[in-house]
């Protein structure tokens, strides 16, 4: 993921921050292909006709996430591991989207959703998570 790439926070987020242990919750990543953003998306059911259905691809969870207050900044940044396919066939996503997992798409948030246009041509996919965290939420 470049610095050229759109983020959209969802308006589950915002409704779910206080419902979420960033920490010990299960976060999912996955991608999606042919999607165009819509900004009424609150739940993983809204968007799963448009997740990659190729060999190889499953949602991953995402690994070794942390919390970082920074009151100087009054920044919460989420960080994690990068995020990697090990080996999927060949494939164009849109967008990179994670989603708060509760057992089911129906009442799981979508927490993020990055355009994240890409032609694949197979094997590894990663998704960098960047230096400074995958995303961060201003405090007021």
Same mark, same amino acid.
């Given at each position: #993921?470049?610095? =050229? *790439?759109?983020?959209? #926070?969802?308006?589950?987020?915002?409704?779910?921050?206080? /419902?979420?242990?960033?920490?010990?919750?299960?976060? *999912?990543?996955?991608?999606?292909?042919?999607?165009?953003? =819509?900004?009424?998306? =609150?739940?993983?059911?809204?968007?799963?006709?448009?997740? !990659? =259905?190729?060999?190889?691809?499953?949602?991953? *969870?995402?690994?070794?996430?942390?919390?970082?207050?920074?009151?100087?900044?009054?920044?919460?940044?989420?960080?994690?591991?990068?995020?990697?396919?090990? /080996?999927?066939?060949?494939?164009?996503?849109?967008?990179?989207?994670?989603?708060?997992?509760?057992?089911?798409?129906?009442?799981?948030?979508?927490?993020?959703? !990055?355009?994240?246009?890409?032609?694949?041509?197979?094997?590894?996919?990663?998704?960098? *998570?960047?230096?400074?965290?995958?995303?961060?939420?201003?405090?007021?």
């Amino acid at each position: #993921m470049a610095n =050229d *790439v759109q983020v959209t #926070m969802r308006a589950a987020y915002e409704e779910s921050l206080a /419902n979420i242990d960033w920490e010990d919750d299960t976060l *999912v990543a996955l991608l999606l292909t042919g999607w165009s953003t =819509d900004l009424t998306v =609150d739940y993983l059911s809204s968007i799963a006709a448009y997740e !990659v =259905d190729v060999t190889g691809y499953t949602r991953q *969870v995402l690994s070794n996430v942390t919390v970082t207050l920074n009151d100087s900044t009054h920044k919460v940044t989420i960080d994690c591991d990068d995020i990697t396919w090990a /080996n999927i066939d060949p494939v164009t996503t849109s967008h990179f989207v994670v989603a708060k997992w509760t057992g089911l798409d129906a009442t799981s948030p979508v927490l993020l959703i !990055v355009e994240a246009t890409k032609t694949h041509n197979g094997g590894q996919y990663q998704v960098t *998570v960047p230096l400074t965290g995958l995303f961060y939420k201003a405090r007021a």
